[in-house]
């Protein structure tokens, strides 16, 4: 996989060094937190978006017929979605869908349940609109995360409780959500009325022949349900796609669609439209080649952590690995300044993820074999000092 050597001189966030000196002090010489590819863009993205600037004009777009039809190809083969484009509302962001539907969904102080370690967004989101952050911690048992589906139902039949977020393939844990898990968890949503949201930015990056099941196929059996989506994340163009919700039942999209309006949030992006498009019709062995490399990664950090009492959960989809340091250090202040000032390298504190990521890391391994080798190799040594 080709790495992009020219992203040492783009301004990347995950490079910004405010930022890592706020996040990390000034030791980090490799950085691998922020959830973002080193591989350089798929060819027809590039050819298209060069093609599309060089046709220079710039008005108001909107989505040709041609975009849909990709799209819908590549939701039908890729995800096992059959797109409905009357059921689609584009948003900037899923950050943005998720905050539209906390405030039009619930109301002050009611409750908004998500399954912690889990992408801290979310909860930034209900908490800031004051609503009530209510979790459903998963279950770590044999290096393999679970639902306690008990404590959700728990939850669930609160009246004040009146929406789920799952996120799926989950981040940063990496579980792939089994089709009978999310059976359980729209029979649980079902009964007790509950708005579904189901983040899937992830869906794309699926590893080592797991099976990814969309919260949609359930919308038969319930139509409260909006998917959040985007290929992002797919095709590392984090700066430049838009995303979208999936919301069969209209009372909901209407509601979502008349806020992105009030806000004007409904702008076409040409650079997005353009290069989502290539995407979708040429992605594909670009796509392959990518998942091939993090499958490897996984491979080289298993091997890597072998002799020591660093324990991988190992993903079943996203380009992030949840390592547990727990067998260790002491406490988090220990693990997070030693890793980070022995080995230099940037991961995400686990407890960024909520109170039961205490003692792991999130690494972003979509990178080279060579860069994650040298990086394991690094905070494996580290820990070896510790113990
Ligand atoms: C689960 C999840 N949802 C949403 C996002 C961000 O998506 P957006 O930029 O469209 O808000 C991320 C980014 O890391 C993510 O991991």
Redesign the pocket.
Known sequence: MEIDFKLKELPLVKNKLETLDFLFGNAITMSMWI?DMEFEIAQPIQQALIDRVSNSGFGYEYKPDSFFEAQKEWYKEKNRIQLNKNQIVYSP????TIAILIENFTGENEGVIVQPPV?M?FGDAIESRNRSLVNNALELVDNRYYINFKDLEEKAKLAQNKVLII?NPQ?PIGRVWTKGELKEIVRICKQNNLLLIS?E??KDVILFDHQFTSALQFIKDYNRIVV?T?E??TFNL?SIAD?MAIIPEQTIRNSITDTLKKYNLVANNALTRVALEAAYKGGHIWLAEVLKTVEENVEIIKKAIENSKIELIVPEGTYQVWLNFEKVYKNTEEMFNEITKKSGVALNAGHWYGSKGAMFMRMNIATSNEKVAKAITRIVEATEEAS
């Open positions: 959830a962001s899923i950050k943005t992408y967004e996120c981040n983040d930015i992830h959040c985007s992002s994340k984090c995303s």
